[in-house]
């Protein structure tokens, strides 16, 4: 008789939205055995459809990759997890003149030192278990920079960092470590949970009007040219399917597009591009603020 094959079990962050809800789904729907695990359960009603729709199942838990107490609870009780997908992640837009030390260190709680505490908290399991794949998804962000987002850049740069890192001395222990870097893609990131700096408006930043600019930019230009979330979907799908995956995985148009630019040595020409992009959403975004002004100003036509 075919011995039964167990199934792998995968543990993903941040399913309440975007990549991890839609990998969350796609991977039941694969035949995983899912956990997964999002900050706030109040949000748990959007994956129960989506997986009843898919005719799939998954244990969903409270998982805050900020609180350290909860990823020590998780880990304990999944031990040991087969394919660890770190995804879960926050924006918070603004110039680094702007940004508060505090929202910095927020991303970074997030982004970067809680995907640190969750790694090490669930590969102890995998070393025992003598085989695990670590799915870092960090960004285009995490290559190159960006601008009105240091912050978040910087730590994504750590994650990828990080990764890179983590993947030479997990090795010997049969563990494969991948980084994805998506560019940008329609999920909550870029619109409900994308997040400015409290001081974004502040009219005494020498950043103000370049402010305006980069949101009209985005709002614009770039968000409507973002990829769908489904094809970083599928490439994670892709990874954990892979017998040897790669190290990291470039994800879509934007992406290719700058870091050939790097690879190139033209990452000049890019940044001189976008510059020239902002300075003419900024003069847009000024016109339409006078125009507003001089609206506020006229008296009414009876008067
Ligand atoms: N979409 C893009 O353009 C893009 C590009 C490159 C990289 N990425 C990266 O992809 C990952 C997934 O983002 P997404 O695009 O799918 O955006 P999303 O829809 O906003 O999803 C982000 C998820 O992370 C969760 N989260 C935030 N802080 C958390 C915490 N402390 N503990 C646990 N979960 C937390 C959010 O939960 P709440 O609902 O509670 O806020 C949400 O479930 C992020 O790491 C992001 O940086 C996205």
Known sequence: MEAIKKKKRVLITGCSSGFGLLTAVEAARAGYDVVATMRNLGKADYLR??????GAAAAIERLDVADR????????????VDILINNAGILIMGSFLDITEDEMRTIFETNYFGVVALTRAVVVGMIENGSGLVINIASLAGLIGHIFNAAYCASKHALVGFSKSIRQELEPFNINVVSVEPGYHKTEIIRANANISENFYDQDSPMFQYNRGFLRLMRDEIIPHAGVAQDVVKTIMK????DKPKGHYVIGKDARFATTMQWLGATCALEKKIHNKLLAATRRENRRAEARKAKRKKPPANQ
């Open 69 to 80: 107490g909860s990823i020590e609870a998780i880990a304990e009780k999944y031990r040991p």
């Open 49 to 54: 459809q989506a997986l009843d729709q898919a």
């Open 239 to 242: 990874i954990m399917a892979a």
